[in-house]
């Protein structure tokens, strides 16, 4: 099973480390697309967390569940306004599967990557598809990994640099592994070190991982706010369509 990193303490202060992306600019556009393509059934997203997404999703009236391997993330998404509502189940969303059909499943910020194999990034995919109602949708939101900013030699990246808080990323371009270290400014002026391993992955071969579950892309953009995906991209969000069943072929 995935390894749990986001226990008591992290929860605790989870929502407020989100910055820009707890904000109605990054929270909006991606309600707006996933609520379209929800339409009049049922989302189901993995690795629901706080609710950052589900909640808004569940107020435009979308029926919305969630997977997740954390509790304690849960509980916090169980203490908002409407959290008591959804369907929430604890367990690894590579696997975990609740009553259907729906007709979107998604995965956003990076999520995809906290499954630390090729293995269960694949089960994810078919996981998915299990869960889909024919011609039902999968999407997920993910960074198109940077190592062109790698220097020759070099495995690190600093991906964020302020007074209270240096990231870097770790690659391991053999593996397609990823540690991502954060280092926090607590109270006292100490800083934390939290690392967390993931598995980076590209897109082609997300897409490869779909065609193997049954599904085909739709859509490609660089952002929620359906920007062009181009080669000089930093994040995609993907829109893979489960096949509509076997005398019907997606056009």
Known sequence: MTEDHFGAEVAARYDETLG?????????????LLAELAGSGAALEFGVG???????????GVRVAGIDLSEAMVQRLRAKPGGGEL???IGDFATTRLAGPFT????????????????AQVACFQNAAAHLAPGGHFVIEVSVPQLRRLAPGESSVVFD????????????????GLVSHHFTRREGGCFELRSIPFRYVWPAEL??????????????????????????STSHVSVWQKSAGPDQVLT
Do not use: K
């Not at 049954?214 to 706010?225: F, S, V």
């Open 20 to 32: 820009e992306m707890s904000t109605p600019a990054a929270i909006e556009p991606a309600v707006d």
């Open 87 to 89: 369907e929430v189940m």
């Open 161 to 176: 640099l302020s007074d209270s808080h240096v990231g870097v990323d770790e690659y391991e371009p053999a593996t397609q």
């Open 207 to 232: 897409d490869l991982m779909a065609r193997l579950a049954g599904m085909a892309l739709r859509e490609r953009w660089a952002d929620w706010n359906r920007q062009p995906f181009t080669a000089q």
């Open 104 to 119: 979107l499943v998604y995965l956003v910020f990076n999520t995809i990557n906290n499954l630390a194999s090729q293995d």
């Open 50 to 60: 706080t609710g950052r997404i589900a909640l808004p999703l569940a107020a435009r």
